[in-house]
């Protein structure tokens, strides 16, 4: 098995939505609930913005959200801002007691 | 407020082994699980493996299994992730990360250490 599918790249301007999507299989995304997505600026710790596919922990901007449709879980960002440059990973739960997470996805906004 | 501290970097050889200790503070440790998570040089996140709450069970990756010890000390409030007959491959950044919820298995994290820098090299 492998980590979940991330695009490598997505970029927006200042203002603009994007959506960064993830994709797993019918063991993980398609079975459970539980999806989360991170943050991580160069040379920090991952920071937590959405979990359980949907839910935002307190503190994250609601320019944040989250969906999951059959084994495609998606974060969406509307009205990107600088600080939003950023490595997004997406992480699920899997049928085989384990823990995936995807390959990284950097944002940038032009 | 929550804290995860982190040892210091280290430098090891290969075949050698690496203990990385995680201290804990501003929460009841017992209650929630840690996980560890590495992050190899310009690569991704990888799970690595969790110790749950008081209950104390533990699953690894199974790229790490027979390789990977994962142990706490509920007098201090430390955790710790040791990682045997280490190869160049294992240079990366290592993570703690505390499981959101409570009595819970730790797969949504919302506080992490700070990272511990594993340099293998000859």
């Known amino acids: 098995q492998s980590a979940l599918t991330q695009p490598a790249s997505v970029s927006g301007s200042p203002g603009q939505s994007i959506t960064i999507s993830c994709t797993g299989t019918?063991?993980?995304?398609?079975?459970?609930?539980?999806v989360s997505w991170y943050q991580q600026h160069p040379g920090k710790a991952p920071k937590l913005m959405v979990y359980?596919?949907?839910n935002r922990p307190s503190g994250v901007s609601n320019r944040f959200s989250g969906s999951k449709s059959g084994n495609t879980a998606s974060l969406t960002i509307s009205g990107l801002q600088a600080e939003d440059e950023a490595d997004y990973y997406c992480?699920?739960?899997?049928?085989?007691?384990?823990?995936?997470f995807g390959g990284g996805t950097r944002l940038s906004v032009l | 407020q929550v804290q995860l501290v982190q040892s210091g970097g280290e430098v090891k050889k290969p075949g050698a082994s690496v203990q990385v200790s995680c201290k804990a503070s501003?929460?009841?440790?017992?209650?929630?699980?840690i996980s560890w998570v590495r992050q190899a040089p310009g690569q991704g996140l990888e799970w690595m493996g969790w110790?749950?709450?008081?209950?104390?069970?533990?699953q690894f990756s199974q790229n790490l299994q027979g390789r990977l010890t994962m142990t706490t000390d509920t007098s201090t409030s430390t955790a710790y992730m040791e990682l045997r007959s280490l190869t160049s491959d294992d240079t990366a950044v290592y993570f703690c990360?505390?499981?959101?919820?409570?009595?819970?298995?730790?797969?949504?994290?919302?506080?992490w250490g700070q990272g511990t820098l594993v340099t293998v090299s000859s």
């Open positions: 359980d596919v949907a």
């Open positions: 110790i749950s709450d008081h209950r104390r069970d533990r």
């Open positions: 992480s699920s739960y899997s049928s085989i007691n384990t823990l995936w």
């Open positions: 501003g929460y009841n440790f017992s209650a929630y699980g």
């Open positions: 019918s063991s993980d995304i398609g079975s459970y609930n539980y």
């Open positions: 990360a505390r499981g959101l919820y409570k009595w819970e298995l730790p797969i949504d994290f919302d506080y």
